[in-house]
């Protein structure tokens, strides 16, 4: 059981280019949810998924789109990739999201660097 | 609108002392509460929760925490620290989207270093 995966684990970009972050859970979560971490700064909520073939935004979604084509798997993607997206970046997943506050489980990270 | 404020971005302790960190939040409604420890490389676990109850909340590895509505506190106490303990901590309150789902407030974190 290995829980909540992130790949990849670093990444330099230069500005303008464009990639895909995959998160992906084994323990059948409903819920998914992309945030990214800066210094000084707490999690914030990017993105997030309900189900299979659902998304919607967080507190800061510009400039990311996301992607839930499986259970599974939760991608997330930069089109156009700015310096102000260098972050560090985490996936979590939770049973579910409503009817109690289930705890989230989250990926080791994918710290991108955008030069 | 929910916020979460910890104070100190980095503490330090000796082994085997007393260690507090300390979460302060605002909540338009009752709150929901937690604390997540991150250790290095690996993403956050979930220490301790409170949600309704007793507001003293025991967690994981031997952390505690107290709810205190009077003070919007709820900061996390280990009698004795360890090596191990060394760590980041999260504070985070809960809330509701306009969508209706869940979703969590995380604080900026308090790196704790336990010096030997």
């Known amino acids: 059981n290995a829980g909540v995966t992130q790949t990849p684990k670093f990444r330099v970009l230069k500005t303008g280019q464009s990639m895909t972050l995959l998160c992906a859970q084994d323990?059948?979560?409903?819920?998914m949810y992309w945030y990214r971490q800066d210094p000084g700064m707490g999690l914030r909520l990017i993105h997030y998924?309900?189900?299979?073939?659902?998304?919607a935004k967080g507190e800061v979604p510009d400039g990311y789109n996301v992607s839930r084509l499986k259970k599974q798997n939760f991608l997330l993607g930069l089109e156009s990739a700015a310096p102000s997206q260098t972050s560090v970046y985490f996936c979590a997943s939770t049973a579910r999201g409503s009817g109690s506050w289930d705890e989230q489980f989250f990926g080791p990270g994918t710290r991108l660097t955008v030069l | 609108a929910q916020s979460v404020t910890q104070l100190g971005s980095h503490v330090s302790v000796s082994e085997g002392a007393l260690v507090l960190l300390r979460c302060n939040y605002s909540s338009s409604v009752p709150p929901y509460l937690f604390w997540y420890v991150q250790y290095p490389n690996q993403g956050l676990q979930l220490l301790l929760k409170?949600?309704?109850?007793?507001?003293l909340v025991k967690g994981i590895n031997g952390f505690e925490a107290e709810f205190k509505k009077s003070e919007t506190s709820f900061h996390l106490t280990k009698p004795s620290a360890h090596m191990s303990d060394a760590a980041e901590y999260f504070c985070a309150v809960g809330y509701h989207m306009d969508t209706g789902r869940r979703a969590l407030t995380f604080g900026s974190g308090t790196r704790l270093q336990v010096q030997p």
């Open positions: 998924s309900v189900g299979e073939g659902t998304t």
């Open positions: 323990m059948n979560h409903e819920y």
């Open positions: 409170y949600t309704t109850g007793a507001t």
